[in-house]
């Protein structure tokens, strides 16, 4: 049989471990019910598989034995709020994972205000605050029956029982609220003369550039002018001496 007091694995791993579509699923659940890891999901949906399994395997008997464990099912069940008393034993197979995690103690802390998120929820139940029917619960993952769940509530030792705690209450900061800068463009209204005084900008830049152009055009033509008859004396300089060396020559021989 074993040793009663080993403690064992109470939940069965996934047959394959990279199907994307149950890894989205299971990060999201991890997201919005504040989970450590994938094991709680994992003891979720084993204790709704075994009750699943007993649903399909009593379906399929008859009896007084047969009757007798399909009530003891429905007792338990309807005990954690998971079906209603005039719902059918065959509703269990529509169930779903989400169902059993809103009966979760962690869920039911935070569903019922008494913290601000569902990882607060859980360090509140992790560090002895909370009690279920005068008894200290320190298991996030402790599924909670329909009558427990109105017996909630603090230690009468824990500070966290006054209303007033910091940890309780949403604190003012004292800081106002950023406020949002307008959209280019929007919520601003157009004046007629600014709207002039800028559209004639540019065609005034464009005039004066045509303007500058033209005068540095002109500049240029009256330099090359100016070059043209220096060139012309320096290039009559050198007639001017050959005539002179020609003259000397004939003098002498006079």
Known sequence: MGDPNKQRRKYSRPEHPWKKDRIKEERAL???????????IWKMRSFLSNASQQVKKLTTMSGK????????????????????????????????????MERRLQTLVHRNGLAKSMKQARQFITHEHIFVEGKKITIP??????????????????????????????????????????????GRKKEKGKDKVKASKPKKDKEAGKKKEAKT?????????????????VEK?????????????????K
């Open 30 to 40: 991890v997201k919005d019910y504040g989970l450590k890891n994938m094991e709680e």
């Open 141 to 186: 993952s402790y599924l909670v029956s329909v009558d427990e769940e109105k017996s909630i509530a603090f230690s009468d030792h824990s500070p966290l029982s006054d209303d007033d705690h910091p940890e309780r209450t949403i604190q003012d900061t004292g800081k106002k609220p950023a406020k949002k800068k307008p959209e280019p463009g929007k």
């Open 217 to 233: 055009a002109e500049e240029g033509k009256s330099i090359k002018k100016e070059e043209a008859p220096k060139k012309e004396e």
């Open 65 to 100: 034995q047969a009757e007798k464990q399909k009530q003891q099912l429905m007792i338990k069940l309807k005990r954690y709020g998971l079906i209603n008393q005039t719902s059918h034993l065959t509703e269990v197979l529509s169930l779903s994972v989400n169902d059993v």
């Open 237 to 253: 300089e050198p007639e001017k001496k050959v005539s002179e060396k020609s003259q000397e020559e004939e003098s002498p021989e």
